[in-house]
């Protein structure tokens, strides 16, 4: 549910694309053609609650394009859902495949509900019945399905089974982020901070920076957040604060992540965790803190024109989808601020998402090694060449990004020609 005075997310997809355009000088017709979705459903799921009582949930899946092969992306549960968030979700989808030349396109899928209300049954029936409403939709040379914000492997499970149930035969290539046991690839869980952290070392390196010698924070303390804290921390980076959606918590000296972790792991909240020398903090506070980089790793729209003349580190480095609008895009490229846009940042997850694709249509596994090297070989290509454009064209790492990304798209519309 969108309140009134959010910023659209989708409208910023929308300004991004214009911004690109004009860059790239994109064909009008294609640059308003790449501004629309393709096709979005939107299914009405009604589930029997634990109490016999009915509750309706809205459930949306949406295609934004499929020219350069299927959909990919996520699916979210949250109580702040709503279309054109899974719009904008499904389109900075479109780019990350494309930036990262996978054959794939963008799609998203999202459920307003608040997962942590249910009961493990309620939500068994609750992602049994989405799966069953957007059928049609998905599909190994469809759409493919992951985790994104609120869901998991568990609720991949479910949704393969739904659909091989329906399709007469097993079918894991239908949904990515699996358990391992049912067709899931290794890596694919901490695939998106590995990713993270592959592009952070690469950049360190851009900028004779020891990457040891960083300080961070993270805001988000979920899947990638988590996992990005870990690796640094192991690395021997101080981690300046962490946060969850329940409270931000600070420590001069740097947190124990692996404590931290370990605290959350069992379902708690950070605002529970008890430890001396450590303060809480508001969200504001850990966006505005000094550090050298800072990783939004929660959800889109945190640094806007409000936070952003006072965000204070060298580097941003985009965990979340969409944490950064265009508006304050500007003000840190003009504070000198490195921001490392999502769709290369974050595109690990959806890059090993693609290994267990691939993995699952050959029913041949892969060892963690092959899986790590790849990724890193590929996100590091991205890497470069986006690097390499911003510095030619004098323009931001997401801007670069961006060139490369759309002007893929642009070019298999070209090549197929426009229907009929
Ligand atoms: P998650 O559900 O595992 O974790 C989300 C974290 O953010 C939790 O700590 C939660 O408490 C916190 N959070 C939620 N709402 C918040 C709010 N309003 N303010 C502050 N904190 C809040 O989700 P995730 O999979 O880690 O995804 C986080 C972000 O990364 C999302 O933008 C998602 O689209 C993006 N992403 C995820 C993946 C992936 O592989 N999981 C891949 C690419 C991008």
Known sequence: ????????????????????AKEIGLDPNVREYLKRIERALIVTIPIMMDDGSMQIFEGYRVHHSTVRGPGKGGIRY????YLDEVKALATWMTWKTSLLNLPLGGAKGGVCVDPKKLSNKELERLTRRYTAEIINFIGPDIDIPAPDVGTDKKIMAWIMDVYSMQKGRTIPGVVTGKPIEIGGSVGREPATGMGLFFVLEALCEKLSLKLEDQSIVIQGFGNVGGTIAQILYDHGCKILAVSDISTAIYSKSGLNVTK?????SQGNYLKDYKEENYQFITNDELLT????????AAIENQITQQNADRINCQIV????NGPVIPEAD??????????????????????????????????YFWKLDRINEELKRIIIEAFEETYKISRERKISLRTA????????????IELRGIFP
């Open 1 to 20: 549910m969108k309140m009134s005075d959010e910023i659209n997310p989708f409208d910023v997809a929308k300004t991004q694309i214009d911004i690109v």
């Open 78 to 81: 949250s109580p702040h859902v």
């Open 260 to 264: 931290l972790l370990n605290w959350v």
């Open 289 to 296: 803190l000094k550090c050298n980089v800072l990783v939004p």
């Open 317 to 320: 480095l985009e965990g979340a």
């Open 330 to 363: 500007k003000i840190l490229f003009n504070k000198g601020i490195h921001v490392v846009p999502d769709i290369l940042a974050n595109s690990g997850g959806v890059c090993v998402s693609y290994f267990e694709y691939i993995q699952d249509i050959h029913s």
């Open 401 to 412: 990004a961006y060139v490369i990304a759309v002007s893929r798209v642009a070019r298999a």
